[in-house]
């Protein structure tokens, strides 16, 4: 694969992951509420819902979810109503200042990694959009696994990268802020997980052929 491909890719897909969707906003409100630790568990498992998600597209599952709308359907209300759970989780949550303690509020280090790569897993447009998005930059007289393992690492990395930010970004507000506007944001995020529930719910398949 050319280096200018590499980097293309790289500048593409950074646009992509930067915008806040449900794994970024989870990143933000562990960050926030949980402290670092706890948002780099989460963090690991978005990482590898992302290398799962482009091993499933190499191995032909996007075309698959592509043909069947009964799998699509399936997926695309599981991933609703994950996101939805989450919402409450995260309406409900407690919030006190970085100063009260230390200690972690709402999740452990293992179920911010299960939630992060259940919520990545359960999207069925993270799949149809590296099914779509991948093939654009495989050299087609060079070997396809290779490849597509060199971009999946891209792509977790720069999803660990974006994730950070997130993270930091929440536990800087943590620390800057009080209880009352951390449990705004909170409930912030828990509303934009909601909405990106309706949009999943709505969301169709583009027609094929």
């Known amino acids: 694969m050319e280096a200018s491909t590499l980097f293309l890719y790289v500048i593409a897909v950074s646009v992509v992951m930067m915008t806040p969707g449900p794994s970024m ?14 948002a780099a568990f989460g963090i690991a498992g978005a990482a590898l819902s992302d290398l799962l998600l482009i091993g499933a597209v190499g191995c032909g599952l996007g075309a698959l979810l592509q043909a069947s709308e009964h799998l699509f359907s399936l997926v695309k209300w599981v991933g609703a109503v994950y996101l939805v759970y989450l919402a409450w989780v995260l309406w409900r949550a407690p919030t006190r200042m970085l100063s009260e303690s230390h200690k972690p509020i709402l999740a452990t280090g293992k179920s911010a990694f299960l939630r992060a790569l259940l919520v990545g897993l359960s999207n069925p447009k993270g799949l149809l959009f590296f099914a779509a998005f991948l093939p654009q930059f495989i050299e087609p007289t060079k070997p396809a696994a290779t490849q597509y393992a060199l971009l999946a690492l891209i792509s977790a990395s720069v999803d660990c990268i974006m994730m950070l930010i997130y993270a930091f970004g929440g536990r800087l507000a943590m620390q800057r802020f009080s209880a009352g506007v951390m449990q705004w944001i909170n409930r912030s995020c828990a509303g934009m997980l909601v909405i990106l529930a309706l949009g999943l719910s709505l969301y169709r398949r583009q027609p094929s052929g």
């Open 25 to 38: 906003l989870l990143a933000l409100s562990n960050g926030a509420s949980n402290g670092m630790r706890v």
